[in-house]
Nanobody, 126 residues
């Protein structure tokens, strides 16, 4: 089970960190991802991180602004969002799968994830 938290209302240019905590004992084997969905739009990939090496993948739209990280001891994955823009407004979902992925084009596809959290709202005012 995945539980996302940390969303809120911020101004453009601000920073925000969202978290996703997993229950169970296999977190250090999970490949973790963040997706987002804005009103009237399809869900889109944001970032992903491998289970052990912590290699990361980012969507072009957030590269150099967002940072995904994980703390396996806390069963938690984070998404640090800096220089937020109005267009970052969306519900942010964390997702997980049991086997690592090695290519961004594969990691960016939502059907490749087996487990999903409930989402946390991030609103960026312009």
């Amino acid at each position: 089970q995945l539980q996302a938290s940390g969303g809120g209302l911020v101004q453009a240019g601000d920073s925000l960190r969202v978290s996703c905590t997993a229950s169970g004992g296999t977190f250090n084997k999970l490949f973790m991802g963040w997706f987002r969905q804005a009103p009237g739009k399809e869900r889109e990939f944001v970032a992903a991180i491998r289970s052990q090496t912590s290699s990361t993948f980012y969507a072009d739209s957030v590269n150099n602004r967002f940072t995904i990280s994980r703390d396996n001891a806390k069963n938690t994955v984070y998404l640090q969002m800096d220089s937020l823009k109005h267009e970052d407004t969306a519900v942010y979902f964390c997702a997980a799968r049991l086997l690592d992925l090695f290519r961004k084009d594969v990691a960016s596809l939502s059907p490749n994830y087996e487990y999903w959290g409930q989402g946390t709202q991030v609103t960026v005012s312009s």
